[in-house]
């Protein structure tokens, strides 16, 4: 049954190789003529419909298997990079980010209501967090290949610039048809399947969120400093052009990022005795807004490289910290319905900040990392996670 774990990194390896990630920024600017703010409308629109398909596709994995759903995410987010590719559209975008939504719900709560439930059928529930850990380093392991690989293509200049930059999306759609057969392989745990309709599923998601403080406390977190730190993918791409880096390398810088993620993934273990949980919630939360400061008052070549690793590095280090604490006040009849539900709320939020930091990218880049960097302050000082830690 312990297989199942292996297939499960191989599926998350699989949804992260995307080649297109590393110039996704000039492929929507320069290929597909938009600005910062259409860019983030993109955004918006895309986890309009995330929140939208959230509950409904955590409840299909619920009622009618996990597996399924998994598989479902490789068909619509295979096809969502062909239509990316086909033309340099506002429109045709927003289709592309509506297929690709579809996928991501399929996939968002499945892989890892699979992962929990097979540790929980083996007993191994205590040793979740470095699973999860495990889990998001094979994640990280796909952007590490994909994004150079990515960027090595675009600045070889196959084609004319920009339409060079469609030939890493069209590579994209491989991984991402691998998904299905992998999926399909997978075995599921024995649960409790619900019974009940899929409205009355809905509403037991929001249930637990009411009843449970330190869940509602550990939600809030993640979704609030998850919303800050998400934003740095959006900015370094053009940041680094502002400082005269080539196209070809953005690739490495985001790799690099991904590479210090898994460095400290790795050292979860080693990190955890040398802070307490507490403070390494607070920690991670507090210093991506100082170094989105440091990086608006001194932007050069190695302060933006510094501060996309530290910021992107930390966000990863949280992931299996949340994943591990939030699953300990979900019953496994309801975990894929309930984590749906957490990440429908961070998808609002997203939707929501988007189009305001595009346009605050329209009008000043300096002034956008000055802004996230005081509302994350903000956020890590009042949202007070770490005092409700094992109430």
């Known amino acids: 049954m312990f297989s199942n774990i292996h297939k499960i990194y191989l599926i998350n390896f699989l949804h992260h190789l995307v080649f297109f990630t590393a110039i996704s920024v000039p492929f929507f600017v320069e290929w597909g003529g938009l600005n910062y703010t259409q860019m983030l409308i993109l955004q918006s ?28 995410s490789g068909i619509f987010t295979g096809i969502a990079v062909l239509v990316y590719a086909s033309m340099p559209n506002f429109y045709v975008f927003m289709l592309g980010e509506f297929i690709w939504a579809i996928g991501i719900s399929f996939l968002s709560g499945s892989d890892e209501a699979i992962i929990y439930d097979t540790l929980k059928e083996d007993k191994k529930e205590k040793k979740a967090r470095y699973i999860f850990s495990n889990f998001n380093i094979a994640g990280n392991l796909g952007i590490i290949i994909a994004m150079p690989v990515g960027s090595a293509i675009a600045g070889m200049m196959l084609w004319p610039y920009p339409n060079n930059l469609v030939l890493p999306m069209l590579l994209t759609a491989f991984p991402l048809f691998l998904v299905i057969l992998v999926a ?48 740095m993918f959006w900015l370094y791409q053009p940041l680094l052009g502002s400082v005269g880096v080539d196209i070809g390398f953005y690739g490495f810088v985001g790799a690099g990022a991904n590479i ?132």
């Open 260 to 391: 210090a993620g898994v460095i400290l993934l790795f050292n979860i273990k080693r990190i955890e005795k040398l802070f307490s949980i507490k403070k390494l919630f607070f920690l991670t939360a507090i210093i991506p807004g100082i170094m989105y400061i440091f990086a608006g008052l001194y932007t050069t070549v190695w302060t933006v490289v510094l501060v996309t690793l530290s910021v992107m590095g930390l966000a990863f280090l949280r992931q299996p910290l949340f994943q591990d604490y939030m699953n300990r006040f979900i019953k496994s009849s309801d975990r894929a319905t309930v984590l749906s539900s957490i990440y429908m709320f961070e998808g609002l939020a997203v939707a929501a900040a988007s189009p305001i930091v595009g346009m605050l990218m329209d009008w000043s880049l300096t002034y956008t990392l000055l802004i996230l960097g005081i509302l994350t302050i903000i956020f890590a000082l009042t949202t007070g996670v770490e005092k409700r830690l094992l109430e």
């Open 45 to 72: 629109w895309f986890m309009i419909w995330v929140v939208i398909f959230e509950v409904p596709t955590g409840m299909i994995a619920d009622k009618i298997g996990r597996r399924s759903s998994l598989a479902l």
């Open 184 to 231: 399909l392989s997978l075995k599921e745990s024995k649960r409790t399947r619900p019974q009940k309709n899929y409205f009355q599923l809905a509403k037991n998601g929001m249930k637990y969120l009411a009843r449970q403080k330190v869940l509602r406390a550990f939600a809030l977190d993640m979704v609030l400093i998850t919303v800050m730190t998400y934003f």
